[in-house]
C-alpha cells in the first residue's frame, strides 16, 4: 500500500522560505510524477507544480517565480520551498502522487496535510 | 489558466437521494476531468478519472459522465459517509485547476 508522509515547519514569518518534505512508502517511485497542491483555510485546492524522479519540474505561472522542487531519490522523497512567502501562501500544503493510465493525470494518493501559517 | 464552475453549492439532500453535481470548463478538454472527495479535515479522495472511470475501491453508486465542457458526478443513492465537499479537476493540461467545490449537506 503507497503511503505520503510529509513534514516542513508550520509557521513562518512574512518573506521567509517555506520548506515541505514528502516521503513515499510502498510502491515505485520512479514510475510517476509527484506533486504539491495547497488549500488556503475555508478554500479550494490549487495545484503548485509537479516532478519526477530525475528531477524534470512543471510548476504552476502564477507561482513559478518563487517555487522550487527536488527529488532524493535514495530515500524516496520530494521536496517544496516557496520563497517570499506572505499571508495569502497561508494554507494546507498536501503532497500527492499523480497516476497516468492511458494520459490520463489524476491524483490517487495523497499525504496528509501541511498547515502553514504565515503570520508576524 | 482553464476555468472550472461547479454547481450547485452548497447541495442539501436526504440519506437515499440520487443527487447530480455539474462542472463546466472554460475550454473543450475532451475527458480530461477528474472527481474527487474531501471530508473535512482530511485530504481528498480521488472518486472519478478521466471523466468516467470508477477508481478502484470506490462504491459503484459514484458514477460520472460528460465530455468537452460539461461534466457530471452522480451518486445513486446517499449514504451517511458521502456528506462531504466534492472537487472537479481538469488534467487537460498545466496548470491544473479545481472546481472552487461543492459541499454536500444534509437536509
Known amino acids: 500500500q503507497v503511503q505520503l508522509q510529509q513534514w516542513g515547519a508550520g509557521l513562518l514569518k512574512p518573506s521567509e522560505t517555506l520548506s515541505l518534505t514528502c516521503a513515499v512508502y510502498g510502491g515505485s517511485f520512479s514510475g510517476y510524477y509527484w506533486s504539491w497542491i495547497r488549500q488556503p483555510p475555508g478554500k479550494g485546492l490549487e495545484w503548485i507544480g509537479e516532478?519526477?524522479?530525475?528531477?524534470?519540474?512543471n510548476y504552476s505561472p502564477s507561482l513559478k517565480s518563487r517555487v522550487s522542487m527536488s527529488v532524493d531519490t535514495s530515500n524516496n522523497e520530494f521536496s517544496l520551498k516557496l520563497t517570499s512567502v506572505t499571508a495569502a501562501d497561508t494554507a494546507v500544503y498536501f503532497c500527492?502522487?499523480?497516476?497516468?493510465?492511458?494520459?490520463?493525470?489524476?491524483?490517487?494518493?495523497w499525504g496528509q496535510g501541511n498547515l502553514v501559517t504565515v503570520s508576524s | 489558466d482553464i476555468q472550472m464552475t461547479q454547481s450547485p453549492s452548497p447541495l442539501s439532500a436526504s440519506v437515499g437521494d440520487r443527487v447530480t453535481i455539474t462542472c463546466r470548463t472554460s475550454?473543450?478538454?475532451?475527458?480530461?476531468l477528474n472527481w474527487y472527495q474531501q471530508q473535512p479535515g482530511k485530504a481528498p479522495k480521488l472518486l472519478i478519472y478521466a471523466a468516467s472511470s470508477l477508481q478502484n475501491g470506490v462504491p459503484s453508486r459514484f458514477s460520472g459522465g460528460g465530455s468537452g465542457t460539461d461534466f457530471t458526478l452522480t451518486i445513486g443513492s446517499l449514504q451517511p459517509e458521502d456528506f462531504a465537499t466534492y472537487y472537479c479537476q481538469q488534467s487537460y493540461s498545466p496548470p491544473y485547476t479545481f472546481g472552487q467545490g461543492t459541499k454536500l449537506e444534509i437536509k
Open positions: 516532478i519526477n524522479h530525475s528531477g524534470r519540474t
Open positions: 475550454q473543450r478538454i475532451a475527458n480530461y
Open positions: 500527492a502522487r499523480i497516476l497516468s493510465p492511458s494520459g490520463y493525470d489524476s491524483f490517487d494518493y
